[in-house]
């Protein structure tokens, strides 16, 4: 199925678990945002990871099978982080889990970053911040942002409301902010409604039986 028209998912309100969510299925065909270096680039943009100009910049300089490549690493860096999500959900993040990250922390290290000074205002009146910026050199430079993305669920997100949707054929997964953690669904728009169709037609179908 062509994925391009349809636009990525992004309800999980923690960008490391969209990340993990670029695979899913929506309606009932899979699909993966990331299958390949284009869609790699597209779900980057809508995920407002890189910057337009650098997507703009990187496309010019390198091959689609050079992103292509990196979209291979992004898939099984996806599937890893996946894994160790699922198997910590639910309850907090102890001191013995750190040493399953180093494949985290491993791509971490590989990050191109500098700091700077900017100004911030106009019309002559400023103000002056120090800004963290990245180079954005390479196609493999684009796995950063997600990697950052990834250290950031772990180190800023409470496990314990990390959930999957209780949809029957749902895959995707969200953090649960809401008042008192009572959140089910990936959304109601996706997971919800289903969800309410099939008990309404379920009490249909128990009067008729009665």
């Not at 990525?8 to 960008?15: G, N, Y």
């Not at 945002?33 to 910057?51: K, R």
């Amino acid at each position: 199925m062509d994925y391009r028209p349809i636009p990525a998912i992004f309800v999980a309100d923690a960008p490391g678990l969209d990340f993990l969510n670029s695979v899913a299925t929506p309606v009932d065909v899979p699909i993966d945002w990331i299958a390949d270096g284009e869609g790699l680039l597209s779900w980057l943009a809508q995920a407002g990871m890189v910057p337009a100009p650098a997507l703009a910049a990187l496309r010019a300089q390198f091959t689609a099978a050079e992103f292509d490549t990196v979209a291979c690493e992004a898939r099984a860096l996806r599937e890893w982080f996946r894994s160790f999500v699922r198997d910590k959900k639910g309850r907090p993040l102890a001191a013995a889990d750190l040493g399953e990250l180093a494949p985290l922390n491993d791509l971490l290290a590989r990050d191109d970053r500098y700091g700077e000074v900017v100004a911030v205002g106009s019309d002559g009146a400023a103000t002056f911040e120090y800004r963290v910026s990245r180079r954005w050199n390479t196609p493999e430079s684009l796995l950063m942002p997600i990697a950052e993305a990834l250290a950031k669920l772990v180190g800023e997100q409470d496990f314990t409301h990390v959930k999957a949707c209780e949809g029957p054929k749902c895959t995707l997964l969200f953090a649960d902010h809401t008042r008192g953690h009572a959140r089910r669904w990936c959304s109601m728009a996706i997971c919800g409604n289903r969800a309410k169709v099939a008990a309404h037609r379920k009490r249909l179908k128990e009067r008729e039986s009665a």
